[in-house]
């Protein structure tokens, strides 16, 4: 690593470098589900979501959204410019499952009449609570126009994505994205994998995400390596 470390989380580390507004992003094989409660590790997890996010970031870019991607490094590093995170994360939902499906009362693989959007408090200590515009304003979050900007920019991303995916032979459940301010800027950050996102073969639902970390369904390595080799065509 070039710098000294700035910040572990579940998945990840982050490390500085040279550059004052750049920072390298380190790919943990470190796997958790339920806010921390269960516990693993994935084999080569880090790899494939380092992999796997880069192609996203990649595709985004070149459809117009600009993400704190700058270029992957090697296996597992990749180099991004240094974000002020916004404490939301943004969630789009194409398809119940999950929590959505606990809530509303519906089956899981119910299609949505269209894409849900969601915002959660970005708050460990809380278990990121569901939130809405009027608990993002009391919290000091964002603007409304911010606001409104990470939900028309999340659509954008699963429209890319949907289709992407799609002549891939895999639906895009949900997703869950997370944004920072650079200057003046908001750009997409995170990672987009996996980890975050569900993925359902087209054909078959069989799940190729973390659910199957979650839910004990086995084979986790292997969804992961299955999507990494779809992207990659």
């Known amino acids: 690593m070039t710098g000294k470390l700035l910040y572990e989380g579940k998945a990840k580390k982050i490390f500085e470098t040279d550059h004052p507004y750049e920072v390298e992003v380190f790919y943990k094989d470190d796997a958790t589900a339920f806010n921390g409660e269960k516990k693993g590790q994935i084999n080569s997890k880090g790899i494939l979501n380092n992999a796997i996010s880069s ?18 490094i090697d296996d597992r590093r990749m180099l991004v410019r240094k974000l002020k995170i916004i404490q939301i994360e943004v969630v789009v939902r194409n398809i119940a499952a999950g929590s959505l499906s606990q809530r509303l009362g519906w089956p ?79 750009l997409l950050g995170d990672e987009i994998s996996p980890d975050t996102c569900r993925f359902w073969d087209s054909e078959t639902n069989q799940k190729l995400d973390k659910d199957r970390f979650r839910r004990d369904l086995g084979g986790v390595e292997e969804a992961y390596q299955e999507m990494f080799d779809r992207l990659r065509g």
């Open 55 to 72: 192609l996203f970031f990649e595709l985004l870019d070149t459809r117009g959204i600009q993400s704190h991607y700058i270029k992957k």
């Open 108 to 186: 899981e693989g119910k299609e949505l009449p269209g894409p849900v959007v969601e915002f959660y408090y970005k708050d460990d200590a809380l278990g990121d609570p569901l939130i809405n515009d009027y608990h993002v304003a009391a919290l000091g979050l964002a603007t409304p126009d911010e606001l409104a900007f990470l939900a028309s920019q999340s659509l954008k991303v699963n429209e890319i994505l949907s289709g992407h995916l799609l002549a891939r032979k895999v639906r895009l459940v949900d997703f869950k994205l997370e944004y920072g301010k650079s200057d003046q800027d908001i």
